[in-house]
């Protein structure tokens, strides 16, 4: 049984693996832990703290504060393309805001309970998967609306202010129109409850924003907020400005031109989506740090094939997105978009649960 890795880091692994690696593995750590920022975040981020400071407002203005003199809650849909990074933006808005500092989102005593729709799924299921992040121990098979019950029970008891459904999508996918109403008319009555109001985000892709807009109800209560693909040029400058951030943390040089060559072909490798891009970056700087997992001993290894020079000499260049690429696509050079003379006319790595888009993107204000 391996050993979990524990605050200090030190594992069987660890006392295993030599300076070097543990020297790739502390920086590392640092470069996944930085946020990319973007406009679309600060939008988010206010977005939540009108929800989070929603409950304050009373219904009656002439009665004092109360669970049932609570204003309606509010609906916040956040959708955008597979890759964009949606979820890490959600749950980094929530984790930096003040009042939820506190809480861990996957707490059940904390004022927000973050649920991730699962595939296939009824409304039953929903209800199902509610109940266990509120805590409440499922121990025999209920009626769907005694699900529901509970679920509205549990919520006051735990005083929810914001619940999320993430992977939203996943409802329209799998559902007909009668089941997705009664997951419509379920949302309205979390916001409307006269024992208690949440307020509710939805996360997924563009078809969740249509499911909520076919419903006249659901759309008057909703703000919409969509992450947009990257577009080629207008996002070369942000996309190296996002690299050349994380190679400094990693303490590299970024090699080569930056903004004009390096950037647009990665915005292409990701298939225009932001976090797609940073997970790529992530790829190659820890390429750059750690071209060799293990030393080739001369005396006892005959090596054969390219070598790639890739070889850590302080720098991030082209080649090490080049392997990056390579290692997640499986491709050969000349569809290699870091590696192809006509990296436009190449193909990102696939991406089944995305739905139909252009390849040059959406219009600028994108990111995640």
């Known amino acids: 049984m391996s050993t979990p890795i524990g605050q200090d880091g030190r594992t069987e692994l660890d006392r295993a693996l030599n300076e070097r690696d543990l020297a790739v593995l502390a920086t590392m750590d ?17 977005e939540i703290s009108r929800l989070i400071v929603q409950p304050a407002l009373r219904a009656d203005p002439r009665k ?49 309970a973050m649920i991730t729709v699962t595939s296939p799924c009824t409304l039953k299921q929903l209800g199902r998967d509610t109940l266990r992040k509120l805590g409440y121990p499922l121990e025999r098979d209920l009626k769907e609306h005694m699900t529901w019950e509970r679920v509205h029970a ?24 009668v089941e997705q109403e009664k997951v419509a008319n379920t949302i309205k009555n979390l916001m409307i409850n006269h024992d208690w109001r949440s307020s509710i985000i939805v996360c997924g892709l563009p078809a969740v924003a249509r499911f909520i807009r ?17 577009q080629l040029p207008y996002d070369n400058a942000d996309i190296a400005t996002m ?15 930056i903004e004009t060559d390096l950037a647009p072909r ?41 070598r790639r020079g890739d070889h850590g000499d302080g720098s991030l260049t082209l080649q090490h997105f080049a392997r990056a690429f390579e290692r997640r696509a499986g491709c050969q050079d000349e569809d290699n978009p870091f590696v192809s003379r006509d990296w436009i006319g190449t193909q990102a790595p696939a991406d089944p649960a995305s739905e139909p888009s252009t390849a040059s993107g959406s219009h600028k204000g994108g990111g995640r």
Do not use: C, W
């Open 266 to 306: 990665l915005i292409h490798a990701s298939g225009y989506r932001l976090g797609i891009a940073v997970e790529f970056t992530h790829d190659a700087i820890e390429r750059a740090l750690q071209p060799d997992y293990l030393d080739v001993e001369d005396d006892d290894d005959i090596v054969l094939g390219d």
């Open 154 to 177: 549990r919520i006051a008891e735990e005083k929810k202010r914001i619940l999320i459904f993430d992977e939203m999508q996943h409802i329209t996918q799998t559902i007909n129109l």
């Open 214 to 230: 076919r419903d006249e109800q659901l759309r008057r209560r909703a703000i919409f907020l969509e992450t947009k693909r990257l």
């Open 64 to 112: 004092p504060s109360a669970g049932d003199n609570r204003r309606e809650g509010r609906l916040l849909v956040f959708t955008g393309p597979s890759g964009a990074g949606k979820t890490s933006s959600l749950t980094r808005a929530l984790a930096r805001h003040p009042f939820l500092a506190d809480h861990a989102i996957d707490d059940p005593r904390g004022p927000v």
């Open 243 to 257: 690299i050349t951030g994380l190679a400094k943390v990693a303490q590299l040089q970024v090699a080569g031109d």
């Open 30 to 46: 640092r470069v996944k832990g930085k946020f990319i920022f973007t406009a679309v975040d600060r939008e988010l981020t206010r």
